[in-house]
């Protein structure tokens, strides 16, 4: 198994932005379809967002269309989640995940093998 690793969350206030990076070896990110889970205290842990590897389909949960970009860099082997117009109800801890698929992305926390330690999201005045 490959232990992700992401980065970049932090404390920030209603309406701010925050980027997300994962860091992943070249060969999973070329080959498998990524995704994004949070988790909030005492809640299960759900699917944010995901990519194809191809990047052909990209799926969102409906709380965060239009205000958060999933994005990958294979030359960086570098998976992102851009969040714009943050808001309390988005504090969690935030996973990267890779799928057992390439082509198909998956809301289903089983269909992912490798996970990140996760990074806290904390959206606060």
């Known amino acids: 198994q490959e232990q992700l690793v992401e980065s970049g969350g932090g404390l920030v206030q209603p309406g701010g932005s925050l980027r997300l990076s994962c860091a992943v070896s070249?060969?999973?990110?070329?080959?498998?379809?990524m995704a994004w889970f949070r988790q909030a205290p005492e809640k299960e842990r759900e699917f944010v967002a995901g990519i194809s590897r191809t990047e052909v389909i990209v799926k969102y949960t409906d709380s965060v269309k239009g205000r958060f970009t999933i994005s990958r860099d294979n030359a960086r082997s570098t998976l992102y989640l851009q969040m714009n117009s943050l808001k309390p109800e988005d504090t969690a801890v935030y996973f990267c995940a890779s799928s057992r698929f390439a082509g198909y992305v998956s809301f289903h926390l089983d269909d992912y093998e490798n996970w990140g330690q996760g990074t806290q999201v904390t959206v606060s005045s």
């Open positions: 070249e060969r999973t990110l070329n080959s498998y379809s």
